[in-house]
């Protein structure tokens, strides 16, 4: 490796290092908002019951094996979570199309309702954080933000990295 190849590799090390504290910092103020507008919901659902609602309304009907997949979490908790979603009728449980032995779990009209009303107050509350942000900036994050996301999705495993410098 050249010299300059490995400056250029420091340099990423290092702008990874800082992007991660940064990205640490976001997750922890999003989980404060959440856990503050779980607070005021009139449904007082978990955290994680909003995640599994969020992924039926996206992603349509799924098993639960899906679920706990998409949402990275074990099937007895979204086992617990979906029967919370179920008694409050924001969830129905259907007839597996594909194997009629089987079911999956859909949002009901209540549960769209109560997704699209946690979506629109998550809305306000972003709009008002970005609302002295130049309409410039605002695109520029949604940009990069959307190509952070795709690089994430589209990378391996972690516990395959490619080999790098250390620190």
């Known amino acids: 490796m050249t010299a300059a190849e490995l400056n250029r590799s420091s340099t990423a090390f290092d702008d990874a290092d800082r992007l991660g504290a940064q990205l640490i910092r976001f997750v922890r103020a999003i989980n404060r908002a959440k856990t503050q507008l779980a ?3 009139p449904d007082g659902l978990e955290k994680l019951a909003y995640a599994v609602l969020f992924c039926l309304v996206h992603d349509g009907p799924q098993r639960t094996g899906k679920l706990a997949e998409l949402l990275h979490a074990e099937i007895s908790t979204i086992s617990r979570q979906t029967r919370t979603l179920v008694a409050h009728g924001l969830v129905e449980r259907r007839t ?3 194997d009629g032995r ?3 779990l859909a949002a009901t009209p209540e549960g769209l309702r109560v997704f699209e009303e946690n979506r629109r107050l998550r809305n306000l509350w972003m ?6 942000w130049p309409e410039r900036d605002r695109g520029t994050l949604i940009a990069l933000l959307d190509r952070l996301n795709s690089s994430i999705e ?3 495993p972690i516990a395959e990295p490619k080999q790098g410098p250390t620190p």
């Open 39 to 41: 607070k005021h919901g």
């Open 154 to 156: 589209a990378s391996p």
């Open 96 to 98: 597996d199309p594909i």
């Open 127 to 132: 709009a008002d954080i970005l609302a002295d």
């Open 102 to 104: 089987a079911s999956v």
